[in-house]
């Protein structure tokens, strides 16, 4: 079931200044805030799925060069200055947290979220809920889904086959699925927390430095029209509506992979360098595989008890 958190009471959910938040809707596109209706949500958030990639670029180069500060990107207003200055996104608890305040502040009724991710009942994924006229919509900063994910008592398969996404209400909650490289089954994601504030966020954002799938190698994905790109380590999957293909690149490939494909900057890819995260992509991965995946999507559920 969904455990209903309060936030705490001092927390100021980390807003953004008008300033701020104008400057990146203008990056995103925007000549006036969008209308606080469902064509505006789904207008806003695609715009931050062709814009903002899921990156650990930041966080690698931070964990190899200032341990004792805290992870880069915590705050939305320092996470949107080096996504504006180099095109850096982050992980899931800074993008969530970053994607929240600025929904905040165009005026959406908008709350963080946390939810385990492969289903695994640990708190290690952030998302942002989108409440309009008494429904909730999930928009998730780390799946990418294009499109705002209804979360009522109802089954939902998305019908873009490059973004394959479902939703599935359980137990009074909800499990999110999707479908992306370098993963070759749907990943459950169930939704655990309601609502979150920023000092969760920020705690298990640092807690990530112990363990994370995010912290050897690189891992960075980036939608773009009809085709979503991901690098993971020094492999390049590009997943279009005829299928997936991967390659394997030279250093040289993946630093220009960084800077065309998901949109950082010369200068950032270059400090990723510097700290020795370009030669970590490159070595075998380390530490505990994640337990397999036993659990199918709703679609196919459905498609094998019709066989």
Not at 51 to 60: A, E, H, I, L
Not at 175 to 204: E, F, G, S
Not at 265 to 276: A, F, I, M, P, T
Request: charged share 20%; with cysteine; hydrophobic share 40%.
């Amino acid at each position: 079931m969904t455990e209903v958190h309060t936030p705490n009471t001092t927390d100021l959910s980390d807003g953004l200044s008008d300033q701020m938040r104008d400057r990146v809707l203008e990056r995103l596109g925007f000549a006036h805030l969008p209308p606080l209706n469902l064509i505006g949500l789904q207008t806003f958030y695609r715009a931050w799925c062709a814009s903002v990639p899921f990156d650990n670029v930041r966080k690698m180069i931070a964990l190899r060069t200032a341990s004792e500060r805290p992870l880069p990107g915590g705050e939305a207003e320092e996470f949107f200055t080096h996504w504006l200055a180099d095109g850096a996104g982050g992980t899931c608890w800074p993008t969530s947290n970053a994607l929240f305040a600025l929904a905040q502040a165009v005026g959406f009724n908008t709350r963080r979220v946390a939810g385990s991710m492969r289903d695994m009942g640990v708190i290690n994924h952030g998302s942002v809920k989108v409440c309009l006229e008494g429904s909730d919509w999930l928009i998730d900063s780390s799946l990418l889904s294009n499109l705002p994910l209804p979360l009522n008592e109802g089954i939902f398969v998305s019908s873009d086959p490059v973004f394959a996404v479902e939703v599935e209400p359980v137990d009074s909650t909800h499990l999110i699925w999707a479908h992306l490289p370098p993963n070759p089954q749907y990943l459950p994601c169930r939704l655990l927390v309601d609502a979150a504030d920023h000092a969760l966020y920020l705690t298990r954002y640092e807690a990530s430095r112990e363990q994370s799938p995010f912290n050897q190698r690189l891992f960075a994905r980036r939608n773009h029209p009809d085709e979503l790109i991901v690098l993971f380590g020094h492999t390049r999957f590009s997943k279009t509506a005829h299928g997936l293909a991967a390659s394997e690149l030279t250093p040289e490939q993946l630093c220009q992979s960084l800077h065309e494909d998901i949109g950082l900057s010369d200068k950032l890819v270059e400090q990723w360098v510097r700290s020795g995260s370009l030669e970590a992509s490159f070595e075998t991965p380390r530490g505990p595989q994640p337990p397999p995946l036993t659990q199918t999507p709703p679609s196919q559920r459905k498609a094998a008890d019709e066989v």
